[in-house]
């Protein structure tokens, strides 16, 4: 196949028994130095259907132009000795946090279930010398003082699969096999992984064997151009629209999210690209 050939087979939208099924979504923090209104507006008319990460106080703005918010960003909080914790670097794997992600979690989800929110993201944190294993047990001690509330109210929480090798050194969520011992080791249908194409591409490649092999895992999907975590386009080795063909496969009916960033001066001009790509 020739590089125009190429290019032409990443960009151009599949024709397939399964047209138009994946339903586009964009994480905000990409595109924040565009107004929200003209996001949603704009965005609507290039095919999004949700745009992800959001505050639950965004949902009056983005439902005005019918769209969604598959999963609500984190709260952050500080603990009785001066650490702010909740985001990707000190989260649920320290006992010590527990208390305070405990209170600010627990309003969190009461936030999500006033807009009928259905998910709700979290992290692991870093490892700074802590042992997998005992990690992965702490943060199941402290998500299970959360999933009482969870499930009461028909929210999911979600952890993401993060890179320790690049954009987050130390992270202890950095592989599909950890999370998935979580998700076991929790037992609860109101806990499930966000899948992050872009991160595990980094940490343990595989992305459609492991779509096919752990998808009931996985209750969102990320992208991004890897490497550098740009454009999903034919300067980066996945092959998007392979991988959207696979997640359909699953039976997946959720939103893919793009988490990309865009390097031309038209970010939408990227985002709408991108959308091309995955509409398979």
Not at 46 to 57: H, M, N, V
Not at 75 to 93: L, W
Not at 200 to 211: F, K, L, P, R
Request: proline fraction near 4%; charged fraction near 25%; glycine fraction near 6%.
């Amino acid at each position: 196949m020739t590089m125009e050939n190429s290019k032409n087979d990443m960009t151009q939208p599949r024709v397939s028994g399964m047209q138009n099924q994946i339903r586009h979504a964009a994480c905000r923090w990409c595109y924040e130095d565009i107004p929200l209104e003209q996001f949603c507006r704009e965005g609507k008319e290039i095919g999004l259907a949700a745009i992800d990460l959001l505050e639950t106080s965004d949902f009056e703005t983005i439902r005005k132009y019918d769209l969604d918010c598959p999963v609500v960003t984190f709260p952050t909080t500080t603990t009785n000795s001066g650490i702010k914790v909740g985001m990707i670097e000190k989260a649920f794997n320290r006992l010590e946090h527990h208390d305070a992600l405990v209170e600010v979690y627990e309003r969190k989800l009461k936030d999500c279930a006033s807009v009928s929110a259905k998910q709700l993201i979290c992290f692991s944190g870093n490892r700074e010398g802590l042992d997998d294993q005992q990690g992965l047990e702490n943060c199941a001690i402290g998500l299970e003082r959360l999933l009482p509330t969870a499930e009461k109210l028909g929210i999911t929480l979600i952890m993401e699969l993060l890179n320790s090798r690049v954009d987050h050194p130390d992270y202890m969520c950095d592989k599909s096999d950890w999370g998935v011992a979580l998700a076991d080791r929790l037992a609860s249908p109101n806990f499930k992984l966000l899948y992050d194409i872009y991160h595990m591409q980094i940490m343990e490649g595989d992305i459609i064997a492991t779509i096919r092999s752990k998808h009931r895992y996985f209750s969102h999907y990320h992208t991004g151009g890897c490497p550098g975590r740009n454009e999903i386009d034919e300067t980066q080795e996945l092959n998007y629209p392979a991988i959207m063909r696979a997640i359909l496969e699953t039976g997946y009916a959720g939103h893919v999210a793009q988490e990309f960033i865009p390097t031309q001066k038209d970010k939408l001009a990227s985002l709408k690209q991108a959308i091309q790509i995955c509409t398979v």
